[in-house]
């Protein structure tokens, strides 16, 4: 059998396959890119594109209680789900397929078919084989589901995408940001959401101010949070869904079960055992910081290899990957700390650096110096049902580093971006104080924090 050559062979066309395969063409170098399913990945057609979709039409809902705070008589407005569900696929169908476009564009061979390994220099897709001098593993990850009695009856987060029709009653299993995001937005759009929580707290890796503020707010919507409610069985009963939970609750009359448990990477189909690839006991990738695998010319990056599952993370990896591969940084690597996220609850969350759990086990509590404070949005100033805002900085008492940084409240999504570039940057408590505030706004109080904010450690 004939083998093609490249210089670069790259599996899975998601965001951080792509982002890699680009960067390493532009530097002249001769790239194929494998894909089975559809150019964008995860993130482009079942995840954070489409999702925020949603989150925009939740928060659209959630708006219209204010209009007649502001003068505003409207009539109660009437939701078409199916439109939005239209319009959402219509726009990630044309995204991918421009994604797959600038592909070609850039001379990258498009394989379409699912890889699997021959040796470690070669991979076969649809009965060919392809060789490279260098392979870079991007295929991401898929939802876990439990192995209960009646799982098939539940989805994940792609049978949210799929969804028809709004469920009026469903049940989310999962504490993490994916079962707290998808119950907001169910719950603006008019499910009555429970949420089935195996411990007792939600976010439990977010700081706790996040946590506990979340914890209310969820609470004050109508959300259910069933804690100790590990899930042991799903019937399916006259037409309607039933939860069993290993502490003898029951849960009935349920229209969808949907898991956010946690995600396995997807590689059962890649033979990583025929090139010697190793992974960890939970199957993600094993790679050193500069995203290499025990094999030398093997890479990975995003989130089969676990390290931090975040679409912007596996495009930063993969192009400064490439750019040591064939450009000329030879020291380019990602540094993983002080990434920010944000969970598009409503309201959002931002968050980077340590949390202030993190902080008291690295630094202890007489090291640190904490600042909080707490808000109402002026868009709720007229309003009975205020937008909670709540603010957390932590610093070195020492040098009055900042080390982390917590916000819940509207508009922490886009707020946090800039502080996160300070922040990266070293920036300290000193360096916010010299700032001047722009007023009226959220993103003034992390600028304008003083003594009177500081809370025991």
């Not at 059998?1 to 062979?9: N, P, R």
């Not at 939600?202 to 506990?212: A, Q, W």
């Not at 993969?318 to 000329?328: E, I, P, Q, V, Y």
Request: proline share 3%; charged share 20%.
């Amino acid at each position: 059998m004939k083998t093609k050559h490249f210089d670069l062979i790259v599996i899975g066309a998601g965001s951080g396959g792509i982002a890699t395969a680009e960067k390493a063409a532009s530097y002249g170098a001769k790239v194929a890119i494998i894909e089975k399913q559809q150019a964008g990945g995860t993130c482009v057609n079942l995840g954070c594109v489409p999702k925020k979709i949603m989150w925009y039409a939740g928060d659209l809902s959630d708006s219209f209680h204010y209009a007649s705070d502001f003068g505003f008589q409207l009539a109660a407005p009437q939701f078409n789900f199916a439109t939005l569900v239209r319009h959402r696929q219509q726009f990630t169908q044309s995204l991918s397929e421009r994604l797959k476009k600038k592909l070609l564009k850039h001379k990258i061979t498009f394989l379409q078919g699912s890889a699997a390994f021959v040796d470690a220099h070669t991979v076969e897709v649809n009965n060919q084989h392809f060789s490279a001098t260098h392979i870079v593993i991007a295929t991401g990850c898929e939802s876990k589901k439990p192995t209960i009695k009646g799982v098939e009856y539940g989805i994940t987060s792609d049978g949210f995408f799929g969804l028809r029709a709004v469920p009026k009653k469903i049940a989310i299993v999962g504490n993490g940001y994916i079962a707290t995001e998808l119950a907001s937005i169910l719950n603006q759009l008019g499910s009555q959401v429970k949420i089935l929580i195996r411990k007792n707290k939600i976010l439990s890796h977010f700081d706790s101010m996040i946590s506990e503020t979340l914890t209310d707010i969820l609470l004050s919507k109508g959300i259910q949070l069933l804690y100790k409610h590990d899930t042991a069985e799903i019937h399916q009963h006259q037409g309607k869904l039933l939860v069993r939970c290993k502490n003898k609750k029951t849960i009935t009359d349920l229209d969808a079960v949907l898991f956010a448990i946690g995600r396995s990477p997807r590689t059962q189909h890649l033979h990583l055992a025929a090139a010697n690839i190793k992974t960890n006991t939970d199957g993600f990738i094993k790679t050193n910081k500069w995203e290499t695998t025990n094999i030398p010319h093997i890479y990975a990056i995003g989130d089969v290899t676990g390290k931090k599952l975040l679409t912007p993370v596996a495009i930063a990896a993969g192009r400064k990957l490439a750019a040591r591969l064939f450009g000329k940084e030879k020291k380019s690597y990602l540094d993983y700390q002080n990434i920010p996220t944000v969970v598009f609850t409503h309201p959002p969350i931002g968050s980077v650096g340590l949390t202030h759990e993190q902080a008291i086990d690295k630094y202890g509590r007489q090291k640190l110096t904490i600042y909080q404070t707490e808000f109402s949005s002026l868009f709720s100033a007229f309003a009975a049902k205020k937008f909670p805002s709540k603010m957390r900085l932590i610093t070195l008492k020492k040098t009055g580093k900042i080390i982390g940084c917590h916000i819940i409240g509207p508009n922490a999504d886009e707020m946090l971006q800039g502080f996160a570039v300070a922040i990266k940057m070293g920036a300290t408590k000193a360096d916010f104080d010299k700032v001047v505030a722009i007023h009226p706004t959220s993103a003034e109080e992390l600028v304008t924090l003083k003594a009177s904010n500081i809370i025991k450690a």
